[in-house]
């Protein structure tokens, strides 16, 4: 596996050959926060501001979650890790971005960790891939020969509940809410605006945390993403009262594969999950 510090300096230095040539008008990538272990996305414009680059193994932000913040047929280059790298690929068949216009620096890498408690992100909270599937410029070597394993074995559990143990884990999770809506802000598929919580005319929920529009709001925006979680665990990470939201979007994820035999964001050829029909599809939902 390659350097982190390599990779910060392929970083740098690619970021800088693509802002001085002008293929590209933005880098999106990560720099400094207050310290090592906080990063924060940063978008470089200049020759200059790519020095302030970085990489390291808190580097967790998923910057596909800026693109979509842009004006159409700007030409952004940006960083993405295994799960950012399918954010992309999502967004692309979902025509939010248009592939032409991204220039993707791909991040071979294992061993991330949540800056929140500096312990090791593993397949429990998010995907087990660590090669992005779509790069244009690959800045450190695949990585060969790391066990995997299903990003699914964490459910085990969960799925052993009859169905009013679920209901009840949910809700004693739910109560926990204080909406502030950081899952959504985190996650780079909750790109509608405005979204549904937002809306007054008509008001589909109530904004303020009550039971049940906690439950509304969770539940809406879970099946939301059904087949279109990537599984990069952001939403979890961000939650300041760590509400495992990354269970229901693996089972729903775990379905969805089960199914229809197609996991998000994994090819731009794809047609969305739940927008495509094929004879072989399974009947198995509609029971």
Known sequence: MTAIKQIEENLIREAKRLLESKEVSVVLAYGRGYGDDHPIPYAAKTVEEAENLVFNEYCTFNLARYLTKYPPKTRIAVAVKAADSRAVVQLIQEEKVCREDLVLLGIPFAGLKDPKTGRAIDRTT??????????????????????????????????????????????????????????????????????????????????????????????????????????????????????????????????????FQQAAGMKTDDKPVMVNYGNQDSDEMLK
Not at 147 to 156: F, I, K, N, Q, R
Not at 209 to 219: E, R
Request: charged content about 30%; aromatic content about 12%; glycine content about 6%.
């Open 126 to 259: 998010m995907g087990s891939l660590v090669n992005p599937v779509l790069y244009d410029i690959l800045l450190g070597e695949e990585i060969r020969g790391v066990e995997t394993g299903s990003p699914y074995e964490v459910l085990a559990q969960y799925e052993a509940m009859d169905q009013e143990a679920r209901l009840a884990f949910w809700k004693k999770e739910f109560d926990k809410c204080i909406r502030c809506f950081a899952c959504r802000k985190a996650c780079p598929m909750c790109y509608c605006d405005p979204c549904f919580m937002d809306a007054s005319k008509p008001r589909w929920a109530d904004k303020s945390p009550t039971a049940d529009g906690n439950l509304m709001y969770h539940l809406t925006r879970f099946y939301h993403l059904a087949g279109r979680c990537i599984d990069c665990g952001e939403c979890s990470r961000a939650c300041p009262v760590d509400i495992p939201l990354y269970l229901f979007h693996k089972k729903l994820a775990k379905e969805c594969e089960e199914l």
